[in-house]
T-cell receptor, first 111, second 114 residues
Framework: SQQGEEDPQALSIQEGENATMNCSYKTSINNLQWYRQNSGRGLVHLILIRSNEREKHSGRLRVTLDTSKKSSSLLITASRAADTASYFCATDGPGGFKTIFGAGTRLFVKA | DSGVTQTPKHLITATGQRVTLRCSPRSGDLSVYWYQQSLDQGLQFLIQYYNGEERAKGNILERFSAQQFPDLHSELNLSSLELGDSALYFC?????????????FGPGTRLTVL
């Protein structure tokens, strides 16, 4: 089974609203990353948060990490139609190597 | 443009055949990763190479093999192809080969097995 599991599977919002996606994982990690994928294209790295960090910001993105709950959230504020994509969390596997991706959240932002 | 190139873009072949997918990492990146993305399985890590040596292995089938060459480009070989091997295959690269860090993804190769 996958290390990271995103929730919800799909999310549909209006432009201007905030979008929150959650990721849960099973084993201890060194870091957690969020990636974005436009339909059928390669993934693009958004942000990396280390296990000793609790919150990180990048532009309209805010990521939190709760290692006690083994969960992370990605918040996109003031969403735009161009934010429509799939968002994946990725964690390092046992020993720190490998990168294990969740199944992703599909975000639809309606103009 | 991530700087990672993959060829070919599309590949259509028949069951039982063998194909080779090619990846050139970003300039300066020593690590190459291969992933398989299918509709029902999500993004699956296959294998990682660092500076020519295998660094980590994921859910890679025995029918699949990979290598990284001295010029750091990598090839993924898929043999005895089955219908279920139809998927998008991504290559990614990163500077380091140690613990998981930011990876830069190529545009992918779409493999269709008929």
């Amino acid at each position: 089974s996958q290390q990271g599991e995103e929730d919800p599977q799909a999310l549909s919002i209006q432009e201007g609203e905030n979008a929150t996606m959650n990721c849960s994982y099973k084993t201890s990690i060194n870091n957690l990353q969020w990636y974005r994928q436009n339909s059928g294209r390669g993934l693009v790295h958004l942000i990396l948060i280390r296990s000793n960090e609790r919150e990180k910001h990048s532009g309209r993105l805010r990521v939190t990490l709760d290692t006690s709950k083994k969960s992370s959230s990605l918040l996109i504020t003031a969403s735009r139609a161009a934010d429509t994509a799939s968002y994946f969390c990725a964690t390092d596997g046992p020993g720190g190597f490998k990168t294990i991706f969740g199944a992703g959240t599909r975000l639809f932002v309606k103009a | 443009d991530s700087g990672v190139t993959q060829t070919p873009k599309h590949l259509i072949t028949a069951t039982g055949q063998r194909v080779t997918l090619r990846c050139s990492p970003r300039s300066g990146d020593l690590s190459v990763y291969w992933y398989q993305q299918s509709l029902d399985q999500g993004l699956q890590f296959l294998i990682q190479y660092y500076n020519g040596e295998e660094r980590a292995k994921g859910n890679i089938l025995e029918r699949f093999s990979a290598q990284q060459f001295p010029d750091l480009h990598s090839e993924l070989n898929l043999s005895s192809l089955e219908l279920g091997d139809s998927a998008l295959y991504f290559c990614a690269s990163s500077v380091e080969g140690g613990k998981a860090n930011e990876q830069f993804f190529g545009p992918g190769t779409r493999l269709t097995v008929l």
